[in-house]
């Protein structure tokens, strides 16, 4: 057991001397005996200003040597390392039981007493430490500083934990007590910077392996992990430093871009809206307030989220630059916040004034829409006017009053033109929503049924002076007849063109009591319109001056009607009808024949007097 302290302790030497650039020990008893090494052992561990002062390097004489010595005793001890029951003849004799006490007491001092781990210290500490650090293992079970190493899987457990790309461990053979603690010496030696205190048989050959050896090279893992652990904490408290600062400085540029591209966006609206121009028309003006609608519905949104983004982040920035005590970030100049604020400000007084400027265009082209159809629609009812006025105004010749209905006449399709202008307008109006005109009272329908209304009149009034002109040239026709024959006519006439078409014909000469076979009236009918082109109100008349001169006389009518009424003085509905009259002609004869009820209510429609009325 002394054997492997003395090897162990030798080396634990020969890592604090080597690494000073004193040469190397091979003997404790020999090497330690003239206290120089001891000397130097102590200038080795207390590195800075510490100085023992002057001593024999080369001493010859036993006196020489304990003055090293003792020096050196009393150096230690200066330090507030207690050494029990030795003295400098133990070391210049050479008692290695006690020169092997002394050094546990320096290890202990210089590489395990400053080990702590959750409040315990020393060699508590360093188990502890060791415990945790394997706990994962499951074929590792740390308990003490001897047995529980000796198969050199604690070593390679440890070795592992820190540095897993060292070794796998899942592929060690368990087994293999020489191979894993073989490996685990080699790596830490190469790889870690840890001497190999031990010898593979120091832990795997013994019985029960040197507490204080094994301690003291699991120490030199502690303290090898430690300052790497120190050196990772450096340089992770350097990388968190350098990612704090990117983040703030990526955060930084997102918040200066983000900012100046909303402010750049702010004011093009705005540039646009300046230079905007309306072409006065309702479709344009509605267009540009819908583009202003879905201006604030989608892009004012998404800027309005932006803003509050971008005032967030730069919050954001500060607290995070307060946090670990930096410096505050000022924008540069134009992007501050207040920057941003102004800005909005200018963008919500623009987006008002862009507002007042799309209603009141619409206002006007309303007005004006109102104004131009009232323009319009007054005019058109003034010409109609003047000639409903000149209409009425007619008189004079009939020839006259023929040629100045129909000069009249000529003025409707320009009249037709001037409708078209005011429903276009109303129209406009329509689509502009306007719904109220103070200006007129008049709608395109209005004035339409009224332009019907004089064309109408023009049409009675050019139809009336022809039938006057036929009438006046009738010398053979008593007023009477002409009278009697015009109404006939006029009633007959249902569609007011001036003409009568094969049935209504037929119903007004059948009103006159002339019926004849559909052959007949079909050949007289056609014999018209060969000759005039249309059963005008002068063929009418003519066709009954033939009849009327050739057939028929009062008396024949008074005997036709006799013949319906079956000798009666008077004839009925029933009567007219099975004798076939057109019912035209009997709806005729029934409004202008006297009558009178009988006992029953039923009319009794008294012909002879109408034939006396009728006739001279």
């Not at 509050?308 to 100049?333: A, C, F, S």
Request: hydrophobic share 35%; aromatic share 8%.
């Amino acid at each position: 057991m002394d054997s492997t302290q003395e090897r162990t302790f030798c080396k634990w030497l020969n890592t604090k001397l080597e690494a000073n650039g004193y040469p190397p020990m091979h003997s404790l008893v020999q090497d330690l005996s003239d206290g120089v090494r001891l000397i130097q052992l102590m200038l080795a561990c207390c590195t800075g200003d510490t100085s023992l002062g002057r001593y024999n390097k080369n001493p010859r004489m036993r006196v020489q040597k304990a003055e090293n010595v003792n020096k050196a005793l009393e150096f230690i001890r200066q330090r507030g390392i207690k050494l029990t029951n030795i003295g400098p003849e133990d070391i210049i004799d050479g008692n290695l039981k006690l020169i092997l006490g002394m050094i546990w007491t320096l290890v202990l001092r210089f590489t395990i007493a400053d080990i702590s781990e959750e409040g315990l210290s020393a060699k508590e500490g360093l188990l502890l430490w060791a415990q945790r650090k394997t706990a994962p293992y499951k074929e590792v079970d740390v308990q003490d500083f001897s047995i529980s190493w000796s198969d050199g899987l604690a070593l390679c457990a440890l070795i592992h934990c820190h540095r897993p790309e060292l070794l796998d461990y899942d592929k060690l053979d368990k087994s293999d007590r020489h191979g894993n603690t073989r490996l685990a010496f080699q790596v830490a030696a190469d790889h870690l910077g840890v001497p190999q205190l031990l010898e593979v048989e120091d832990l795997c050959d013994s019985t029960r392996p040197d507490e204080r050896s094994v301690m003291t090279y699991i120490a030199s893992y502690f303290h090898a992990f430690s300052t790497m652990d120190q050196a990772e904490t450096v340089s992770r408290r350097v990388e968190k430093f350098a990612e704090l600062m990117q983040s703030v400085w990526t955060s930084k540029n997102d918040y200066e871009r983000r900012a100046r591209a909303l402010l750049h966006a702010l004011s093009e609206v705005q540039k646009k809206w300046s230079t905007s121009h309306f072409t006065g028309s309702y479709t344009d003006a509605k267009e540009q307030s819908a583009t202003f609608t879905t201006y604030k519905h989608t892009t004012k949104r998404t800027w309005v989220t932006e803003r509050q983004d971008v005032t967030t982040l730069l919050g954001n920035i500060q607290t995070k630059l307060r946090t670990y005590g930096l410096r505050e970030y000022i924008p540069p100049l134009g992007l501050a916040l207040s920057d941003l604020d102004d800005a909005w400000s200018d963008l919500l007084q623009s987006e008002a004034k862009r507002s007042r400027a799309i209603n009141a265009q619409i206002r006007q082209i309303k007005e004006s829409l109102r104004k131009e159809f009232a323009d319009l629609a007054n005019d058109f009812s003034q010409r109609l006017h003047a000639i409903s006025l000149e209409l009425s105004g007619v008189a004079g010749p009939l020839e006259t009053q023929q040629d100045q209905v129909k000069e009249i006449q000529t003025r409707l399709p320009t009249l037709s033109e001037a409708l078209t202008r005011v429903a276009k307008a109303e129209q406009d109006c329509v689509v502009a929503n306007v719904e109220e005109n103070d200006y007129t009272v008049f709608t395109c329908q209005d004035l339409e049924f009224e332009l019907g209304l004089v064309a109408q009149s023009l049409t009675k009034k050019i139809s009336f002076v022809d039938n006057q002109i036929v009438s006046r040239n009738m010398t053979n026709l008593t007023p009477a007849q002409l009278e009697q024959f015009e109404s006939t006519f006029r009633y007959f006439d249902r569609d007011e063109t001036n003409t009568l078409s094969l049935t209504e014909t037929s119903a007004a000469l059948a009103s006159q009591g002339l019926v004849y076979s559909d052959e007949d009236m079909t050949y007289i009918y056609d014999q018209l319109l060969q000759d005039y082109g249309a059963v005008t109100f002068e063929a009418f008349i003519n066709l009954l001056v033939d009849i009327t001169e050739d057939q028929t006389s009062p008396e024949q009518l008074r005997e036709s009607f006799r013949g319906i009424a079956g000798n009666k003085p008077f004839v009925t509905e029933l009567d007219m009808r099975l004798a076939q009259l057109p019912v035209s002609a009997v709806d005729y004869l029934s409004k202008v024949i006297p009558s009178t009820n009988n006992e029953v209510g039923e009319p009794e429609y008294d012909y002879e007097t109408w034939l006396r009325d009728v006739f001279v």
